[in-house]
T-cell receptor
Framework: NAGVTQTPKFQVLKTGQSMTLQCAQDMNHEYMSWYRQDPGMGLRLIHYSVGAGITDQGEVPNGYNVSRSTTEDFPLRLLSAAPSQTSVYFC????????????FGSGTQLSVL | GQQVMQIPQYQHVQEGEDFTTYCNSSTTLSNIQWYKQRPGGHPVFLIQLVKSGEVKKQKRLTFQFGEAKKNSSLHITATQTTDVGTYFCAGPFMDSNYQLIWGAGTKLIIKP
């Protein structure tokens, strides 16, 4: 099993550009989520999904969109990138009925100039 | 709003010394989790504590959950270079099954 796979690992955008961060998991996990990590702060939840077709907002959803058309994939879209979105982004998943342990992807480092 | 405070932000230790990080929640938590993030890496789950007053050990790591279920600690005995990284605590946000609220992390640095 590959676990949780995120692409790309690094990305540089100009202000106003849009892009999609990809996340895929092969563990058949119902729950998937996106976090951002900024220096000196803990992880903050952007959006999450509890199954295909179901998404909801987390703590910091503004400027981001998600969709969940399959169990495996949970892409994160930046609609119009801003310097404040410079961060490290992590995708995480877990099985719904076997505890709370989150499995994280390796992260995407995003810089918005 | 609900907050999880984690202290200290950094701890510099000589290899072989002990390390402790503390996590304090503004609300009672149904459980608390601990994760480790190596430099340049992603968070990796260490343990979950559920019961009031619970103590769990993993080799040189000791995890405690307070009696009131509002605080927790992680203690590492005789640190090694492999312990370097940032340790995070996290608890359910508003008792949600869907959202965690995270501490800011404590970075363990081994002095050269």
């Amino acid at each position: 099993n590959a676990g949780v796979t995120q692409t790309p690992k690094f990305q540089v955008l100009k202000t106003g550009q849009s892009m999609t961060l990809q996340c895929a998991q092969d563990m058949n996990h119902e729950y998937m989520s996106w976090y951002r990590q900024d220096p000196g702060m803990g992880l903050r939840l952007i959006h999450y999904s509890v199954g295909a077709g179901i998404t909801d907002q987390g703590e910091v959803p503004n400027g981001y969109n998600v969709s969940r058309s399959t169990t495996e994939d949970f892409p994160l879209r930046l609609l119009s990138a801003a310097p404040s979105q410079t961060s490290v982004y992590f995708c995480a998943s877990k099985p719904w009925d076997r505890g709370e342990k989150l499995f994280f992807g390796s992260g995407t480092q995003l810089s918005v100039l | 709003g609900q907050q999880v405070m984690q202290i200290p932000q950094y701890q510099h230790v000589q290899e072989g010394e002990d390390f402790t990080t503390y996590c304090n929640s503004s609300t009672t938590l149904s459980n608390i989790q601990w994760y480790k993030q190596r430099p340049g890496g992603h968070p990796v789950f260490l343990i979950q504590l559920v019961k009031s007053g619970e103590v769990k050990k993993q080799k040189r790591l000791t995890f405690q959950f307070g009696e009131a279920k509002k605080n927790s600690s992680l203690h590492i005995t005789a640190t090694q270079t492999t312990d370097v990284g940032t340790y995070f605590c996290a608890g359910p946000f508003m008792d949600s099954n869907y959202q965690l609220i995270w501490g800011a992390g404590t970075k363990l640095i081994i002095k050269p």
